[in-house]
């Protein structure tokens, strides 16, 4: 058996250690100098004819010879018979995260070569389609009937991302082991129907991403769902890492079925290349069912096999099992509800902004265009585009001669970010200019523009909330909008979300959330008397810490700066900094330097205060130091194998990360669990309330005017429900603000409507 190791570029691993066999060595590039290898920097003369294997080291070689871009996704699985993909060993030195990846990925190619591992493929009469009905209602019989199994696996096949935007192609079903049926949808009549229905109710449904799945079935079917489990947030509890919880990932990684998708994904690569369509504009629907069937149905036999084996490891974690069962498939049910009842946006508003900054835009840029440098700047260049950061910089640096910030950017070129515009703005009226531009423009394209074409029949625009987006737990937002990113310091966009007629908008945000969880989870008796007494927060810590001749209420306007600082040195121990940090950013916030000195006599000050605080904070960072993870409140495990870097500022980084997930998926667990909890109220009790959506630490939600007393109290209720996570006599703070947009009325203020 011949045997191909390609790298690279040369380098000096010695691969014998890794593998038990003869191989031959080779590197896609020869000049071991080069960083980041190009297309013309190839020149290995390799046959790959001449060879039954090739191991393929790092993503540039993988990509060479497979075309295919995620090595991570492949990692030690066979590709085409002969590719095995290896991420490079290199890694472990300085992120030992990935040494369980590649030691498992090598232990994989030996029982490839060996032959005692192949990749499998399901026989036709064990993974087929269906375009009957009476072929389908037997199937289903058989389905609700079979009592080796409390479950069935399921996924749909959809015309779209979201389900009123297209329609259902079919459903595939698996109810035993390696075996699985792709459904026409139009076979499902009325008996199919019932039938559905009835396994739905008597078994556990088995979902991958469960919570797209349920809004088309319920959308489109009107079936309900009593017991339904999810294999990606199963995942997610053996690895919160982003981008680790798709199906084909999965499939590839803990089933022997490989890519088995590789087939369809050519047959659409030669369809787009037919057809010329590009691939943002292709659908499922433009697959013939007879192209799609197998590959539809082995979708089903898949989510079966994985929940086989993640239910097996979960139950052996009690606290993985319950932040899954309570957090998890409670919050995947709560925020298919969110998802549905839509955000409300004003049309009218949303017209009418759009159309007043373009006229914003267009004046600020013929009053950039009036300026004499930039006339200068556009009759030598041919002209100017305020987006190019080439030609910012050379107006600003060349033609009016200001002087760079020392701000750089990752290639060493002068910044002229935000923060780089707003200094340069102290010297010269152009950068403000340019920042405002930049501003609207953003606000229009990314949110103006996008949102108008994409808001339902009904006003509503339906987006993504994700309870896997997030290392720390948090939630995250995607698809239609990111209501996680909306612009705080401009109106337009909040104010464009609008209750109808009769009806309010309710927004509740904790307040100083993460910070109440750390005095509670770190029992320190002088941080929690500052919940106790009440008051303004950081102004009590402000006058605490500095020892302010004044009393609280009077922080703010007599000693705003070291309010500001107080609020800086809070937040930056709770995650970890130190005073180089903590001094930059008080510098950034109050507008005055606050040198490292200075910071850390302020930290001195603030753990001799609250030395309980600082005793959880140090303990917590030795035991991730100690055990590369640490656990919740609620039962979240945060791995942070990082911690055993040998680069030392990687591992730093790990720790700082551990104890800032700590922290935030506490406080978001707290408003997530309160939210549910409301949901299920709205439901029993038959209120009109909508919430649609959660946005870092606060619940929105439109309300009738006539529920929001009753709306307002009860979510306090389940907010500050003792979670075994409270102050005694001091719940954790609940701020409300009610009004007819998000805005709570500046948007009115801002384009004078009032």
């Keep these: 058996m011949a045997i191909a190791l390609v790298e690279t570029t040369p380098s000096s691993i010695n691969y014998s250690k890794y593998f038990k066999f003869e191989f031959d060595r080779y590197a896609l590039c020869s000049d071991s100098s080069k960083r980041k290898i190009l297309k013309r920097d190839v020149d290995i003369e390799i046959d790959e004819n001449a060879y039954d294997y090739l191991i393929l080291v790092g993503s540039d070689a993988f990509k060479f010879f497979t075309k295919k871009t995620s090595i991570t996704e492949y990692n030690g699985k066979i590709i085409d018979d002969k590719f095995l993909p290896l991420l490079n060993p290199a890694m472990m030195k300085f992120k030992p995260e990935a040494k369980k990846a590649i030691e498992e990925a090598i232990e994989d190619i030996h029982k490839y070569v060996s032959g005692e591992l192949t990749q499998k493929k399901i026989p036709e009469d064990r993974c087929y389609g269906i375009t009957d009905s009476k072929e389908l209602s037997r199937f289903l019989i058989k389905a609700r009937d079979c009592e080796d199994y409390d479950f069935v696996a399921l996924d749909s096949e959809t015309s779209a991302l979201y389900c009123r935007d297209g329609y259902m192609l079919g459903f595939s079903m698996s109810y035993e082991p390696e075996h699985g049926v792709y459904v026409d949808c139009d076979a499902i009549d009325q008996t199919c129907e019932a039938l559905m229905q009835q396994i739905f109710n008597k078994k556990r449904v088995v979902f991958h991403n469960a919570k797209f799945d349920l809004q088309w079935f319920q959308y489109h079917f009107n079936f309900e769902f009593p017991h339904f489990e999810d294999t990606m947030l199963m995942h997610y509890m053996f690895d919160e890492n982003p981008g680790t919880h798709g199906l084909k990932t999965l499939a590839l990684k803990h089933t022997d079925y490989g890519d088995y998708e590789a087939e369809l994904d050519n047959w659409i690569t030669d369809y787009r290349k037919r057809t010329g369509i590009l691939k943002a504009s292709f659908s499922y629907d433009m697959v013939p069912f007879d192209v799609m069937r197998h590959y539809a149905a082995m979708d089903a036999i898949v989510t079966f096999l994985l929940f086989q084996k993640f239910e097996k490891a979960i139950v052996k974690n009690e606290k993985l099992t319950w932040v899954y069962k309570n957090i998890l498939i409670e919050g995947c049910r709560f925020l298919t509800q969110v998802e549905s009842n839509g955000v409300p946006f004003d049309s009218f508003r949303l017209e009418k902004a759009q159309k007043i900054m373009q006229e914003d835009i267009d004046n600020a840029v013929e009053k950039l265009q009036s300026y004499p440098e930039v006339k200068a700047f556009i ?19 060349d033609y009016i ?11 060493g070129a002068d910044s002229t970010d935000a923060e780089s515009l707003q200094k340069l703005a102290e010297d010269h009226e152009i950068p403000a200019l340019i920042l405002e531009v930049r501003q609207k423009v953003k606000i229009k394209t990314t949110y103006l523009d996008k949102i108008i074409p994409n808001l339902d029949m009904d006003g509503r625009l339906r987006t993504n909330f994700n309870l896997h987006g997030t290392t720390s737990g948090r939630l995250s937002s995607s698809g239609k909008l990111n209501m996680q990113q909306l612009p705080r310091d401009n109106p337009t966009v ?13 927004a509740m945000d904790l307040t100083t959330a993460e910070v109440y969880c750390a005095a509670v989870l770190a029992d320190d008796k002088n941080l929690m008397k500052v919940f106790k007494d009440g008051g303004n927060f950081h102004s009590t810590i402000a006058k605490q810490v500095f020892r302010l001749p004044c009393e609280v209420e009077d922080v703010a306007e007599h000693y705003s700066i070291e309010r500001q600082q107080a609020k800086a040195v809070t937040f930056g121990i709770m995650y970890g900094a130190g005073p180089a940090k903590i001094s930059e950013q008080v510098t950034k916030d109050s507008g005055k330097y606050f040198s490292p000195a200075e910071a850390k006599g302020v930290i001195d000050d603030y753990f001799m205060a609250f030395p309980k605080l600082k005793a959880w904070l140090s303990n917590t960072q030795k035991f991730i130091q100690a055990n590369g993870f640490i656990y919740s409140h609620f039962g979240r495990k945060r791995r942070l194998p990082n911690v055993f870097s040998q680069d030392k500022g990687i591992a730093s980084h790990e720790v700082r990360s551990g104890v800032n997930a700590l922290v935030q998926s506490v406080a978001s667990d707290v408003n997530l669990l309160g939210a549910i909890d409301m949901q299920k109220y709205i439901v029993q009790t038959g209120m009109k309330a909508k919430i649609f ?9 439109e309300v009738p005017e006539d529920e929001v007393e009753l709306y307002s109290k009860k979510l306090q209720e389940f907010v500050q429900a003792d979670r075994g996570l409270s102050i005694p006599g001091a719940p954790i703070g609940c701020d409300f603000d009610i009004g007819g947009d998000y805005s709570m009325g500046k948007f009115e203020k801002f384009y004078d409507l009032a």
């Design 494 to 506: 909040k104010g464009c979300i609008k209750a109808k007629d009769g009806n309010v908008i309710v």
């Design 401 to 411: 001669g200001l002087a760079p910030t020392g701000k750089k950017t990752g290639t």
């Design 379 to 397: 009759k030598a260049k041919g002209g100017f585009n305020p987006n190019s950061t080439v030609q910012l910089r050379s107006l600003l640096f």
């Design 693 to 701: 959506a959660l946005v870092h630490d606060s619940i929105l939600a």
